[in-house]
């Protein structure tokens, strides 16, 4: 079995890429009200019936994944501080 190897990019890229779904739940309203994308009244319907359930689920997801995120940056932060100081030690032997 092999070792699990974790880089400060891996860490970092991790954070980012949560910032980046964060962000783009932030802004997808202006995506639906954009305009009628949807042509036929039947589709149309459906999908104000799936977005009007989407928004409540997409609330909790938002908070859920801002939570994740900020503490993925912890991580991250801790991860590169904890590189640096073993780094440091091993400098000093």
């Known amino acids: 079995m092999a070792d699990l190897v974790v880089t400060s990019i891996a860490v970092d890229d991790a954070a980012t890429q949560l910032k980046s779904v964060?962000?783009?739940l932030d802004n997808m309203?202006?995506?639906w009200d954009g305009g009628d994308i949807w042509g036929h009244r039947t589709v149309k319907n459906?999908?104000?019936d799936f977005v009007?359930?989407?928004w409540v689920k997409r609330e909790k997801l938002q908070e859920n994944l801002k939570d994740l995120q900020?503490?993925?940056e912890q991580a991250a932060e801790t991860w590169n501080n904890t590189e640096i100081e073993l780094a440091k030690s091993l400098e000093s032997e």
């Open 22 to 24: 964060v962000d783009e």
């Open 29 to 31: 309203k202006e995506l």
């Open 46 to 48: 459906a999908m104000g």
């Open 52 to 54: 009007d359930s989407w």
């Open 70 to 72: 900020g503490k993925m």
